[in-house]
């Protein structure tokens, strides 16, 4: 990046970081730019979270991605790096655990020649782990504008034009205090929709307990996963494939949302459903969309959608079929009762939820079953590929299956 444009392209870049609405994804892309704005070979993007009643502080940080260019480059295309879900403690023992403590800028040339006079330590059991070297770090954190500390950028190995590791510059501190700056506004934002998301997905909770935060998190990383795959194959350019995840992510969190209009004895009986029930369940899909008949944005789009088609199946037997959900008017009959949707008249959100919804579902504990194990999980989706589901896309999911896994090990559920 060329300095005379360097606050050009932060001002632009900060325009569009704001048009991201779903938190995970604003992180993820954060963490990108940054990287790019100071030609970081790796880094990390961590949050605060609260501690657990047993541990130090109030407060600690959670890493929420990883990336790495170099060990990423050693992946076939399309591949993600996995990394494990860790905390650090919030204290002057590491450099990013020090930065949240302190709030202060750490800029370290050579993390094995780390001062002696700094409480703070190097842990290389990732160098050891993967055989990468890290040499120099430069350690940011994120502040909310009521001076909390939200979370900590970590960038690893700046890179010269001709590509060998050189430590972080001044000049680079100024840029990514700016960037921080920008990202502050940009997250406290999506932390904000987030929130608006899960109060209503606690009403629909509160009618039907199997609807949780934690389900609907799992749901939504799944479908954002299957979709970036899918995208993949089928070439879609960047711009568009960020722009429909991030709607996704969003959407894919109220496909149930229409449960609130469903009666608390059907939605709760412990026993299976009689047909006339079975009959008034499955009118979630439509009470769903119809919430969405205010059409402002793509997101509203997608959640009708999803709504409305996550219990189609791709050979025609899923309901509730071709029924405008405003109006409740059947569009195509046969016997009097809707047809259902088949193959790619169902939508691909929606194809991409139902896998996600279902494999959520046989993997989760329920009232009235244990979870399933993975072998039989796995197998039942192999069996229903080309009856209730998009066979491209359950190949997809098994494609990934190293990351869906990962994602489900970010949301557990909460003990009862
Ligand atoms: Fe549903
Ligand atoms: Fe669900």
Not at 27 to 38: G, H, I, Q
Not at 131 to 157: A, D, E, F, H, R
Not at 369 to 374: G, L, Q, T
Request: with cysteine.
């Amino acid at each position: 990046m060329r300095r005379k444009t360097d606050y050009e392209y932060l001002v632009r870049l900060g325009l569009e970081l704001s048009g991201v609405q779903d938190v995970d994804l604003l992180l993820e892309r954060l963490l990108l730019e940054a990287r790019k704005v100071v030609n970081a070979d790796a880094g990390s993007i961590y949050i605060t979270v609260p501690t657990e009643p047993n541990e130090e502080g109030t407060e600690k940080l959670a890493i929420k991605y990883s990336q790495n260019e170099t060990l990423q480059s050693q992946l076939l295309p399309g591949e993600k790096l996995a990394y494990t879900i860790f905390f650090v403690p919030i204290n002057e023992k590491s450099i990013s655990g020090y930065c949240a403590l302190t709030k202060e800028l750490v800029n370290v040339p050579d993390m094995y020649n780390i001062s002696p006079h700094v409480s703070y330590k190097f842990n290389s059991a990732f160098d050891k782990i993967t055989g990468y070297k890290t040499v120099s770090s430069l350690t940011i954190p994120i502040i909310s504008y009521n001076t909390q500390v939200i979370g900590v950028i970590q960038l690893l190995n700046a890179k010269d034009l001709e590509g060998n590791v050189i430590p972080f510059s001044p000049n680079d501190e100024l840029l990514l205090k700016h960037f921080a700056n920008n990202a502050s506004t940009v997250l406290q934002r999506a932390f904000y929709t987030k929130a608006m998301i899960l109060r209503l997905v606690k009403t629909a909770e509160m009618r039907d307990p199997k609807e949780t935060g934690a389900h609907v998190n799992r749901v939504a990383s799944y479908a954002v996963e299957i979709y970036d795959r899918w995208a993949f194959h089928h070439n879609i350019p960047a711009e568009k494939r960020d722009r429909f995840r991030d709607d996704l992510k969003i959407s894919s969190m109220l496909h149930d949302v229409g449960k609130v209009a469903i009666s608390d004895t059907i939605l709760k009986k412990p026993s299976k459903f009689t047909p006339e029930e079975f009959s008034i369940m499955q009118k979630h899909t439509i009470y769903g969309a119809s919430l969405f008949d205010d059409i402002t944005s793509n997101v509203d789009i997608l959640a009708k959608d999803i709504a409305l088609t996550h219990h189609e199946n791709w050979d025609g037997t899923g309901y509730p079929g071709w029924v405008n959900p405003d109006t409740g008017e059947i569009i195509k009959e046969e016997n009097g009762k809707p047809v259902g949707k088949k193959g790619e008249e169902i939508p691909l959100s929606g194809r991409i939820v139902a896998i996600a919804d279902v494999y959520d579902a046989l993997c989760s504990k329920r009232v009235y079953k244990e979870p399933w194990s993975e072998d039989n999980v796995l197998s039942e989706l192999k069996s229903l590929s080309g009856k209730k589901f998009d066979p491209e896309l359950i190949e997809i999911f098994f494609e990934i299956l190293p990351n869906i896994k990962q994602t489900k090990d970010k949301y557990p559920d909460l003990p009862d």
